[in-house]
């Protein structure tokens, strides 16, 4: 729907929207302190409306309608404001290490090291970006794959390591509950492997026998008692979140979201 | 579904207009009952024993973005820092999504003046840390086995890393209370924590924390929407099995067409 | 603290040692272990390729390879982008690599790619393209924009060539040029070809999914909706399918150690149980004065 603006009107654009948002934020700033909570209220009402008449609005044949163009730019709204916060974010953290290191606070070695990895992946990304060349590349890969990639790698795999520790220590049949969990928890992970299958591919792959083979109960398991109570939750879930984007929408509370109710 | 189906459009409205009503009827005084959930009344022992140790309260909202569940989950725990400040606690809140911090920065600092504690308030206390799922899980990890917080807080949306920061926390004694949307984290959590709350209780807390008439009726429309969604499925289920696919049709054609489409083609077992 | 007491509370380095020799040992001495049993979401996977591939029709489409995952999820998700390929290039079936969640998705599954295709005899642009990363937050439109004009919405390709003008792209304009979708995640990224790709089309797209075993249990109802027509689960997803494949790799390598680590911990949690319960009944025969 807009087109991205080319030339020396960027700049135009750019200054005009700073000077747009800086009258905005001065008017705010001059409204009455009672008149800032409905304030608040009418333009999320206006902003979650916008929203909920897209969705609900009956479409014509190509499946849009009269506010369906709207929808990519309000998305692309949302993503700039995401960028900003990224900044903050950025800001938040370099002042919090800033600070430990200025204050030689116990363990300000790791702000030292955080500074050194946040420059290093930033200038090594920017020059791989815009002075491509073999060397720069390698330093950026060195970064990215021999760095980066591993330790994702390495912080995913550390889970099999608490999974361990979390069923050995929290799997133990205290309860009749406890011990269900525990059976079905038994059968799901001897039909999950191939060394578990063994165990009953004597079994019939066929006819009545084999619905006693551990895989066809881990499925059984898994298909007619996980799925439905998984569905039942997310039915929960689905209402909860409802509930609550009805509540925040309509501004029920009174307040700020979290606030006292007046 | 890009936009609204017919069906979407009656069962939306209706249900949203059942929960509206019953928060304005709870509003208007009605009194309401809620049932004891074990997980949220061991939050004012998890505090309490916090401060008793002499060690901060560690508490965060997963990775998500700024949405219902990240905004319910900081409501969550702003009552949980109301409780801390009341005891005069510390409550540190790493977060993972920039636009959240300063919402959630906001949230603590006012949960400290309503508890009349805003001298104790640090905005360093809630930090960013990183867009990254495990530069996230590392950091908390680093902040749990630095400041050994005597009790965790973990509520909102997770993924692998939950395991990542509940073991730690279990692994240095300190009693911990989660609660997420996240289905297949739950058992993750379960395994590694002391109390977890399950499903739409995760919507039910601020309620059952606060007491307060709007969240209470909130909580009432939300279980008479169930009740009706409950009604539906079994209806549904008696008229498939009776024979009456209509039913099934009317909300949902195009699969039905996809899955036969399936069974025509040639080579096709599943 | 007693002998059964102490195999309560065996200690977390020792449990996590046992762990990497489970893991470990029968990847590097490739241990004997049965063939894994295909189950039923794989089966209609392979199946449902194997459909598109007999399609006079649909075996001209593209299929998108949705790679959203990073080098986390490796193990299982890169197993299964290589196992999948596999079978796509041996039916000679054209597809696009594409990705939303993580830019490294892009880049692995290329590698792979590249890794396989002169077994196949596959070319990049001819037989194959890789449409690149986009980030997550432009996903929804990108994908919905795709449904009027693939070209349009992606625009160039990694090395930066217009889509028009790249050979396998020819005649692929919208939702109703493509075969299938195949999504490669370990994160919450189905819902978008779900919810805004799936049924666009004149005739509904079909969606096969690559889940991480954790994720696995949550798409089972995707199944039995018809929104999805396969699912392989984690890394013993793909051992399964390389079954079916008759060429056994990693995965099948890969399904001996997680057969082992499963066998570990059905062995502690047996052994932690056994002594609880030896350890109790010692205590109450032990007492004094105790009531039996």
């Not at chain 1, 302190?33 to 909920?52: D, E, H, M, N, W």
């Not at chain 3, 597809?95 to 692995?108: K, T, Y």
């Amino acid at each position: 729907m807009f087109r991205p603006v080319q030339g020396p009107a960027v700049w135009g654009y750019i200054i005009g929207a700073l000077v747009a948002s800086g009258v905005i934020f001065f008017l705010l700033t001059l409204i009455p302190g009672r008149f800032r909570k409905p304030l608040i209220a009418l333009i999320t009402f206006l902003a979650g409306l916008f929203y909920a008449l897209e969705f609900f609005w009956p479409t014509g044949r190509d499946d849009t309608n009269f506010l369906t163009p709207f929808i990519d730019p309000a998305g692309q709204m949302a993503q700039v404001l995401q960028a900003f916060a990224l900044g903050l974010g950025v800001y938040s953290l370099v002042s919090v290490h800033l600070r430990s290191i200025a204050r030689q606070r116990s363990g300000w070695g790791f702000s030292v090291v955080l500074f050194a990895a946040l420059f290093a992946i930033a200038i090594s990304g920017l020059l791989n970006a815009y002075r491509p060349n073999r060397y720069n590349q390698n330093v950026f890969n060195f970064f990215f794959v021999g760095g980066l990639q591993a330790l994702d790698s390495t912080m995913f795999s550390i889970i099999a390591f608490y999974i361990v520790s979390a069923a050995y220590r929290a799997f133990r049949i205290r309860s009749v509950e406890a011990t269900i969990l525990l059976s079905s928890a038994f059968i799901v992970m001897l039909g999950q492997v191939a060394l578990g299958q063994a165990l009953t591919n004597w079994l019939p792959a066929e006819g009545f026998g084999a619905n006693l083979r551990v895989e066809n109960i881990r499925t059984w398991i898994l298909t007619r008692v996980n799925s439905p109570a998984v569905l039942a939750v997310d039915f929960g879930l689905g209402m909860g979140a409802l509930a609550t984007a009805l509540r925040l929408w309509l501004s029920l509370e009174r307040g700020s979201y979290f606030d006292r109710e007046l | 579904m890009e936009h609204a189906t017919w069906p979407a459009r009656i069962v939306l409205i209706v249900f949203s207009a059942i929960i509206v009503a019953a928060v304005l009827s709870a509003q208007r005084g009605r009194k309401l009952f809620i049932r004891r959930i074990p997980g949220l009344t061991a939050i004012d022992e998890a505090v309490g024993r916090a401060t008793e140790m002499g060690r901060p309260i560690l508490s965060s909202v997963g990775l998500g973005g700024i949405d219902i569940i990240t905004l319910q989950a900081l409501a969550i725990i702003s009552s949980v820092a109301q409780t801390a400040a009341r005891y005069g606690n510390r409550v540190l809140l790493p977060i993972a999504d920039p636009v959240v911090l300063p919402v959630a920065e906001d949230a603590l600092r006012e949960a400290y003046t309503a508890a009349g504690r805003s001298d104790i308030f640090h905005a360093e206390d809630v930090s960013f840390l990183s867009e990254r799922q495990f530069a996230y899980a590392a950091g908390v990890a680093g902040i749990i086995n630095r400041e050994k917080p005597a009790s965790l807080f973990l509520f909102g949306t997770f993924f692998a890393e939950s395991l990542i920061i509940a073991e730690n926390g279990n692994r240095i004694g300190a009693i911990q209370v989660a609660g997420t949307p996240s289905t297949t984290q739950i058992p993750f959590f379960i395994a590694s924590c002391d109390y977890v709350i399950i499903g739409d209780e995760f919507y039910a807390a601020t309620a059952y924390l606060t007491r307060q008439p709007t969240l209470l009726g909130s909580l009432v429309g939300q279980d008479i929407v169930k009740g009706i969604l409950l009604a539906l499925v079994v209806l549904g289920v008696l008229l498939l099995s009776f024979g009456q696919p209509a039913v099934f049709n009317f909300f949902e054609d195009k699969n039905l067409a996809l899955m036969q489409y399936f069974r025509k083609m040639p080579g096709t077992g599943g | 603290m007693g002998f059964f007491d102490r195999l309560q509370n065996i200690d977390r380095r020792v449990l996590y040692l046992l762990l990497i020799l489970a893991v470990g040992l029968p990847l590097i001495f490739s241990a004997p272990v049965p063939a894994p049993a295909v189950l039923p979401p794989t089966r209609s996977f392979y199946d449902t390729v194997e459909a598109l591939a007999n399609d006079p029709v649909r075996r001209n489409k593209l299929v998108i390879l949705s790679a959203n995952f990073s080098s986390s999820t490796a193990a299982e998700s890169l197993t299964q982008t290589d196992t999948v390929m596999r079978h796509l290039m041996r039916r000679k079936l054209k597809f696009a690599i594409f990705d939303f969640v993580d830019p490294q998705g892009r880049e692995l599954a290329q590698q792979t790619a590249e890794k396989l295709q002169n077994q196949y005899g596959y070319v990049y642009g001819r037989d194959y393209v890789n449409w690149g990363y986009r980030p997550v937050g432009a996903a929804v439109p990108t994908v919905k924009a795709m449904v009027r004009d693939i070209p349009a919405a992606i625009g160039r390709d990694i090395t930066n060539t217009p889509l028009t003008e790249i050979p396998v792209m020819e005649g692929v304009k919208g939702v109703n040029d493509i075969a299938a979708v195949i999504e490669v995640t370990g994160s919450a990224s189905l819902p978008v070809w779900i919810g805004y790709f799936q049924r666009t089309g004149r005739e509904p797209v079909p969606t096969l999914f690559c889940t991480t075993a954790v994720q696995g249990p949550e798409a089972f109802p995707l199944l039995k909706s018809g929104q999805l027509q396969g699912m392989l689960v984690g890394l013993q997803g793909a051992a399964e399918y390389e079954v079916l494949l008759k060429e056994p790799g990693f995965a099948t390598r890969g399904s001996a150690s997680l057969s082992y680590a499963h066998f570990l911990i059905l062995a502690l949690i047996i052994l932690g149980n056994v002594s609880m319960l030896l350890s109790r009944s010692r205590s109450s025969g032990s007492g004094t004065g105790g009531t039996r």
